[in-house]
């Protein structure tokens, strides 16, 4: 796997046709590095700046999705945020059921974010 340590984010396209994210990165030494995520649910990015340098992308299980935002889904439900569910059991077994990951940006400068998706590749 490609290190992504240090890479400047250089722009990323969010595909809701394909259900895909795409970062377009640079390393230090000038080398083109891609980071996709594939079946995207749901996202959020904040303090997104000119020059968004990646520390880490850290992947967690579901669960942890659910127990993080619990405030945010607790708030968003009744808009179909991030897909319309009757209770928060429900959503646990939709994201079981479809293999869901939480992966979460964290930046040394800059923007920061995470994603839920069924895969992250670094290409």
Request: glycine share 4%; no cysteine.
């Amino acid at each position: 796997m490609k290190n992504i340590h240090d890479n400047i984010i250089l722009k990323y396209i969010i595909d809701f046709e394909e259900n895909k994210i795409t970062f377009y990165t640079k390393t230090e030494e000038g080398e083109k590095v891609n980071i996709v995520f594939e079946d995207m649910l749901v996202y959020f990015f904040e303090e997104q700046v000119k020059e968004n340098i990646i520390f880490d992308i850290e992947e967690s299980e579901y669960e942890e999705f659910i127990s993080d935002k619990s405030e945010m889904l607790k708030e968003k439900k009744d808009f179909g945020w991030p897909i319309v569910y009757e209770n928060i059991e429900k959503l646990n077994m939709f994201m079981k059921k479809n293999t869901y990951k939480y992966y979460t940006l964290i930046s040394s400068i800059g923007m920061n974010g995470w994603v839920v998706a069924k895969k992250m590749k670094i290409i």
